[in-house]
Each structure stands twice: as C-alpha cells, then as structure tokens.
Nanobody, 119 residues
Framework: QVQLVESGGGLVQPGGSLRLSCAASGSIFLINDMGWYRQAPGKQRELVAVISRSGRTTYTDSVKGRFTISRDNAKNTVYLQMNSLKPEDTAVYYC?????????????WGQGTQVSVSS
C-alpha cells in the first residue's frame, strides 16, 4: 500500500557531507511525522531526527548543529542533510513515516541506506 524509497547514502570522508532523501508513495491520505533512524552494527536502532507536518523538528543530541531534517509535503518526501560527518555516524539509515491510509493510521519504514564515514 505504502512504499518508502530512500536514496543518497554512500561512503564519505570525515568532515564530509551527504544528503539523504526518502519518498513515500501509495495510497496515502496524509503523512504526520516523518523521521530518520539509524542502526550501527551491534547497536539498537536510534532516532536521528523527526519533523512534523507543520515543520517542527527534533534531533538527537549527537547530531544537533550538524544534521538538518526537512520535508516537502507536496512530494511526500523527507530529507536529511548531514554535514561534518564523523566515523560514529556510520550506520544504516532508515526513513519512517506515520501515515493515514484511508481511515487507518500506520507506521511505515524504508529499506535502509548505508552511510559510511571513513578515511
């Protein structure tokens, strides 16, 4: 019914930048919060940033001042601009969307995109 397709991951040197994108498609009536999570090897998945439909943002402390989340409601797309990347940012990044599909509110996840920060 709903698909989230991520793009923009890759390998970057410390201090570099990457921009992730996540486009939602399908039988979507409306999307509430959209967010990015990440999971490093051997660790639990953690919230990176979330943005409400109105544009209110929340970040985990470790990325504040370096990452910026934004969204385009007309395109059902969320972005994550990542600057000043550090090796500890290496993880699989997952997009999440809280969607109304008909009369049901459901949580959807993307397939994940690898971000590797290494010299």
């Amino acid at each position: 019914q709903v698909q989230l397709v991520e793009s923009g991951g890759g390998l970057v040197q410390p201090g570099g930048s990457l921009r992730l994108s996540c486009a939602a498609s399908g039988s979507i009536f409306l999307i509430n919060d959209m967010g990015w999570y990440r999971q490093a090897p051997g660790k639990q998945r953690e919230l990176v940033a979330v943005i409400s439909r109105s544009g209110r943002t929340t970040y985990t402390d470790s990325v504040k001042g370096r990452f910026t989340i934004s969204r385009d409601n007309a395109k059902n797309t969320v972005y994550l601009q990542m600057n000043s990347l550090k090796p500890e940012d290496t993880a699989v990044y997952y997009c999440n969307a809280d969607c109304w599909v008909g009369l049901q509110k459901m949580d959807y996840w993307g397939q994940g995109t690898q971000v590797s920060v290494s010299s």
